[in-house]
């Protein structure tokens, strides 16, 4: 098989179970919580660290948020099969960077992996992500050029791959929706969220060798997931979140 054919296979293979396999770095995980420690000693720098580490993380989160917001149904999504796409996006987020989405998902990553204040762990995250994201970035346009042709062409030779191009900034064609963007991504803010809570209890326990609780991670936990399960309720019981495509509300 063609190199081209078989970076378009895994590609697609990765795509579809992009989702589950990230969670073969759990194996990373523990093996970076044997000399886990408190810099300098210190509960208090150790809180303001993982505090900076969510902050990154959420500005991740943010970005999927904007762009999910304000792109017409049809161009992204949480499909979890092949690549689909009705129309080309090239406005809004998609007019600094082609994959927005990703790079979301790579600064949600960075902020998940400099919680350990190991700078090996950072870098390894960073290959196996380019590792990972490049065959599906791959497979995905291979997608898109086999469906749109001269059109995506013309659009991803000024279009960065992954280091958004701030000035070829071009308001979306679709208002952005708050409820669109909450409906879409609830669950990505409760994923980050239990995954810095779980990280937070197990680093105290391999630190302390018994199980605690800090109170402002646990708060952060149970205001977060009231809230999930409030919006989840919300989702799937009415359709409050729900906006019609061809609505203008901004809402």
Known sequence: MLLKETMKSS???????????????V??????????HYPYQSHRLDL???MGCLSISFLGLAIRFITVGSTPKGTSGRETKLFKAEVLNTTGMYSIVRHPLYLGNFIIGLGISLFFRLWWITILFMAIFWLYYERIIFAEEEFLLA?????YLEWS???PTFLPK???????????SFRTALRKEYRTFMAIIATFTFLEVAGDFSLHRRLG???IWISIF?????????IRIIDKKTRILRVDPQTVSVV
């Open 48 to 50: 303001i660290w993982e």
């Open 157 to 159: 030779k000024n279009i």
């Open 222 to 230: 149970i205001i977060s997931t009231s809230s999930y399960f409030i």
């Open 166 to 176: 701030i000035q070829n900034w071009t308001f979306p064609t679709r208002p952005f």
């Open 147 to 151: 469906k749109f042709g001269s059109k």
């Open 11 to 25: 590609g697609n293979w990765l795509f579809r179970w992009r989702s589950f396999l990230p969670l073969i770095l």
């Open 27 to 36: 194996v990373l995980v523990i093996f970076a919580f044997k000399n886990y």
């Open 213 to 215: 609780f800090d109170f």
